[in-house]
Nanobody, 127 residues
Framework: QVQLAESGGGLVQAGGSLRLSCAASGRTFSNYHMGWFRQAPGKEREYVAGLSRSGGSAYYADFVKGRFTISRDNAKNTVALQMNSLKPEDTAVYYC????????????????????WGQGTQVTVSS
């Protein structure tokens, strides 16, 4: 339905910041709820943040509240994840994901509800 491409990952020291971007193409971006997930070595892919179609409702995992901010620009077909106060445990491959369908807050947290995924971008936080 939609193709996604992440960018902005890299290597930073603990306490630093990165801004990840996700560019969408293929279908009308504003029709999709968006999410960010991450997967660390040896771990399951886990939820980071989500944002409704309009951008009016945001949902964050507890471990990033107060540090990360998700946003979207429907005119530019992009979604971003601003990451501040990064910690070594934030090291992971970060994935942008999109889902259509009804708005249910619980669905944002479930990776099985997402239809499209980007290729991922590596974020490494050193001590």
């Amino acid at each position: 339905q939609v193709q996604l491409a992440e960018s902005g990952g890299g290597l930073v020291q603990a306490g630093g910041s990165l801004r990840l971007s996700c560019a969408a193409s293929g279908r009308t971006f504003s029709n999709y709820h968006m999410g960010w997930f991450r997967q660390a070595p040896g771990k399951e892919r886990e939820y980071v943040a989500g944002l409704s179609r309009s951008g009016g409702s945001a949902y964050y995992a507890d471990f990033v509240k107060g540090r990360f901010t998700i946003s979207r620009d429907n005119a530019k077909n992009t979604v971003a994840l601003q990451m501040n106060s990064l910690k070594p445990e934030d090291t992971a491959v970060y994935y942008c994901a999109a889902r259509s369908g009804y708005y249910f807050s619980s669905d944002f947290y479930n990776k099985e509800k997402y239809d499209s995924w980007g290729q991922g971008t590596q974020v490494t936080v050193s001590s």
